[in-house]
T-cell receptor, first 115, second 114 residues
Framework: GAGVSQSPSNKVTEKGKDVELRCDPISGHTALYWYRQSLGQGLEFLIYFQGNSAPDKSGLPSDRFSAERTGGSVSTLTIQRTQQEDSAVYLC?????????????FGPGTRLTVL | GDSVTQMEGPVTLSEEAFLTINCTYTATGYPSLFWYVQYPGEGLQLLLKATKADDKGSNKGFEATYRKETTSFHLEKGSVQVSDSAVYFCALTHSGGSNYKLTFGKGTLLTVNP
């Protein structure tokens, strides 16, 4: 497709379960970001991938959160042992490469609800 | 660290009214500044940007000028429409390192009534 896609669009899970969120980026866009949008905290950076470089994980809130990007394309964000405070919309964003001038293109998000 | 402060919402206006949403920032160096918009039921999309001091970004009748002396990037539109109802986010990109993550303000909900 032409834009960033994310799946699932909605995920309801029970506290303590693991979840996987998927991001399919724009072809050829080498920079990939994950953000979290929650009522209390607004939009927060989680993790950044650029090409084959080691990811910048500085925004991950705890070691229950991890992400990978396979072959420089699809990315998966995993949350282990989910907690109620993990409930949020998780957004994936892409840009053509490094640089502060580059627009980031956002996916529609995955709304995660932890019961 | 970097931070963005934007005016608290919600903002409610009548159609054709003048809009200003204030945004100020704290950052080292020379960040790029952005306004993103989130229409109801849709994803975040870039509205406009400015990459250096005194630059004016504009799109769809919206404008914002990068003011380094006041560390501000206020969003303005001369005559709003019902279709402008959305949440508006001011954001910046850090100018150092290789991670050009966006730092966002809290967002301002705009409702335009006919």
């Amino acid at each position: 497709g032409a834009g960033v896609s994310q799946s699932p669009s909605n995920k309801v899970t029970e506290k303590g379960k693991d979840v996987e969120l998927r991001c399919d980026p724009i072809s050829g866009h080498t920079a990939l970001y994950w953000y979290r949008q929650s009522l209390g905290q607004g939009l927060e950076f989680l993790i950044y991938f650029q090409g084959n470089s080691a990811p910048d994980k500085s925004g991950l809130p705890s070691d229950r959160f991890s992400a990978e990007r396979t072959g420089g394309s699809v990315s998966t964000l995993t949350i282990q042992r989910t907690q109620q405070e993990d409930s949020a919309v998780y957004l994936c964003a892409n840009s053509p490469g490094q640089g502060k001038y580059n627009e980031q293109f956002f996916g529609p998000g995955t709304r995660l609800t932890v019961l | 660290g970097d931070s963005v402060t934007q005016m608290e919402g919600p903002v409610t206006l009548s159609e054709e009214a003048f809009l200003t949403i204030n945004c100020t920032y704290t950052a080292t160096g020379y960040p790029s500044l952005f306004w993103y918009v989130q229409y109801p039921g849709e994803g975040l999309q870039l509205l406009l940007k400015a990459t250096k001091a005194d630059d004016k970004g504009s799109n769809k009748g919206f404008e914002a000028t990068y003011r380094k002396e006041t560390t501000s990037f206020h969003l303005e539109k001369g005559s709003v429409q019902v279709s402008d109802s959305a949440v508006y986010f001011c954001a910046l990109t850090h100018s150092g390192g290789s991670n050009y993550k966006l730092t966002f303000g809290k967002g301002t909900l705009l409702t335009v009534n006919p």
